[in-house]
């Protein structure tokens, strides 16, 4: 019986570390990739912001243009 809760314990460590993974290379990994292709490519912009993007950047711009 402790085998088996050992193993689920197990199980449940490599899942979570899994589900981190995937988490961090949506959220972060992929986005700053895709921000320095899009450099090299000669587009400016603004830099990649974790979550919120550049919405502090946007709102601040429509106050300035109204």
Avoid: C, H
Wanted: charged share 25%.
């Amino acid at each position: 019986m402790e085998f088996f809760y050992s193993s689920i314990g197990a199980s449940s460590v490599i899942v979570l570390l899994i589900g981190a993974w995937r988490f961090l290379n949506w959220a972060w990994i992929t986005p700053k990739k895709m921000e320095k292709r899009l450099r090299r490519q000669g587009l400016q912009g603004n830099s990649y912001r974790f979550l919120f993007g550049d919405t502090r950047d946007m709102g601040r711009m429509l106050e300035e243009a109204k």
